[in-house]
């Protein structure tokens, strides 16, 4: 029969120390639940606490919307802007005037498109009640030659649904435009602000620290302004090709079909086949009995599509586009009730930034690496 000191010096042999007195009578088991409960309490706290935050955050940001919106759009627009301002500080242009510079051809471009939008949306709103009842006679005639079931579709009229909001378009229009002139201040204290965020940097940390907070961000700057510039150029891409396209076909209202591919085209997966539907019913309106130019308005859209959003924007963007569907259905949802459709817009854009920040600071590069929707070599 061993001893308690035979004991303790064989598990001593076999690189396990020997139990104390202390250990021996310490009472383990009470002790170690007390601290998981506490643990746990305070898990839940934690993440009772961050689920409160994150609906406060929401609510202040939907009832601020009308300053938070053209801030947030500002923001974006701050990175695109950012590269022509470095290029011009280069050329030892003052920092004042080339934000001014800038900012003007930006409003002029911006204004020129809101009168040319305002003058084709007021035609299309006065016509949409006529081509509306000749899309419902069609149905009908259709129905009557297929058997097809057409009462649930008449049922719904649409047209009663959408008339109030085509007729709010103009309107729409005008206060695009007054927000508009909020986003340009904005842009201009952003932009203007930039240089001084550096000097506040350099004091705030030691120098090595502002260096590498200062590389990191550049190298978020860099990525995002490149992504947000190359998607405002495949998406005015887009809508230059639909509108030359169905402008070729004879759809009437092409110029308004362009804009509109151009605003969903930030919408991934779904956007395109909204902006798609529109024309393609207007085509079959104005060209009855012959269906050959809507097929041909179908075909050529969904060839515009599968060329740049499937072969030229993945090459173009880059790994910023490797994003969970789940990541985008989700951030659709989220900033589509936060902020209606302008949230929708922004939706996918704001969550590139989130991942391409996440990205580089090496904390949270776990979230960066859960929002991919595939493996990606680093």
């Known amino acids: 029969m061993l001893t308690e000191v035979d004991y303790n010096n064989r ?9 104390s007195e202390h250990d021996r009578h310490r009472p383990r088991k009470s002790g170690d639940r007390t601290f998981v409960i506490n643990w746990y309490s305070f898990q839940t706290l934690l993440m009772l606490l961050s ?3 994150i609906v406060a955050g929401g609510a202040v940001l939907r009832s601020a919307r009308s300053v938070v ?66 899309l419902m006679n069609i149905v009908q005639e259709i129905g009557q030659k297929t058997n097809l079931p057409t009462d649930l579709l008449m049922e719904f009229d649409l047209g009663r649904r959408l008339t109030p909001l085509l ?32 000097e506040r940097l350099r004091r705030a940390f030691s120098l090595t620290m502002a ?34 396209a169905l402008s070729v076909i004879g759809v009437d209202f092409s110029v308004n079909w362009g804009v509109l591919a151009f ?3 930030f919408i991934p997966y779904v956007g395109s086949l909204i902006a798609s539907i529109p024309p393609i019913l207007v085509a079959l309106v104005q060209f009855y009995p012959d269906i050959k ?13 599968m060329s740049i959003g499937n072969f030229l924007a993945p090459k173009v963007v880059g790994d910023a586009l490797n994003i969970n569907p789940i990541v985008v259905l989700l951030s659709l949802l989220f900033w589509g009730w936060l902020w209606g459709g302008v949230g929708a817009v922004l ?24 929002m991919e929707s595939r493996r990606t070599k680093r």
């Not at 598990?11 to 139990?19: D, F, R, Y």
């Open 263 to 265: 605003v969903l085209n």
């Open 11 to 19: 598990v001593n042999t076999k690189g396990v120390s020997p139990m």
């Open 69 to 134: 919106i053209p801030l947030v759009i500002a923001w974006l627009l701050s990175f695109i802007f950012k590269p022509a301002l470095l290029k011009l500080g280069k050329k030892k242009m003052p920092r004042g005037l080339a934000v001014s510079l800038i900012l003007t051809l930006f409003f002029v471009i911006c204004l020129l498109a809101f009168i040319l939008l305002y003058r084709r949306i007021l035609p299309f709103v006065n016509a949409f009640p006529n081509y509306y009842g000749r």
């Open 347 to 370: 939706a996918v854009s704001i969550a590139v930034v989130i991942k391409i920040t996440c990205e580089n600071v090496p904390i949270l590069r776990p979230i960066a690496i859960l």
């Open 211 to 244: 260096e590498r907070v200062q590389q990191i961000i550049n190298s978020i700057s860099y990525q995002i302004g490149r992504y947000l510039l190359t998607t405002v150029v495949i998406s005015a891409s887009t809508g230059v090709a639909v509108w030359l």
């Open 293 to 305: 130019p809507a097929m041909t308005t179908a075909i050529v859209l969904l060839a515009i599509q």
């Open 167 to 198: 007729f709010a378009l103009p309107g729409t229009v005008i206060s695009l435009i007054s927000n508009f002139f909020l986003i340009v201040v904005f842009l201009v204290f952003i932009l203007l602000g930039t240089p001084a965020s550096t």
């Open 51 to 53: 689920f409160l935050c």
